[in-house]
Nanobody, 119 residues
Framework: QVQLVESGGGLVQAGGSLRLSCAASGTRFSINAMGWYRQAPGKQRDLVAT???????NYADSVKGRFTISRDNAKNTVYLQMNSLKPEDTAVYYC?????????????WGQGTQVTVSS
């Protein structure tokens, strides 16, 4: 059974930094891509950043230059370094992991971690 364990959320003042981590375990299938999404109250869940197994990254325009996604393939862990945080970054952040079984892709989600940025 796949498990995604997230950590690193919290409360920070505007301009501060946080680092999120998400460790995946529980399957023999290979990880294709990993990423972070966020959902603010009353809004849809939006992409923040993704990273492929080869290290190619993709960012939402709103976080480019402030957030950095990285991964440790040996540990099946993805990180999100968030700098210069703004109040509008406040949301629940969800880890996403896409596995490839050999015939199809399947997505798993973490439980979410709250990030609150005060002004």
């Amino acid at each position: 059974q796949v498990q995604l364990v997230e950590s690193g959320g919290g409360l920070v003042q505007a301009g501060g930094s946080l680092r999120l981590s998400c460790a995946a375990s529980g399957t023999r299938f290979s990880i294709n891509a990993m990423g972070w999404y966020r959902q603010a109250p009353g809004k849809q869940r939006d992409l923040v950043a993704t990273i492929t197994s080869g290290g190619r990254t993709n960012y939402a325009d709103s976080v480019k230059g402030r957030f950095t996604i990285s991964r440790d393939n040996a540990k099946n862990t993805v990180y999100l370094q968030m700098n210069s945080l703004k109040p509008e970054d406040t949301a629940v952040y969800y880890c996403n992991v896409r596995y490839y079984t050999g015939t199809y892709y399947t997505d798993y989600w973490g439980q979410g971690t709250q990030v609150t940025v005060s002004s």
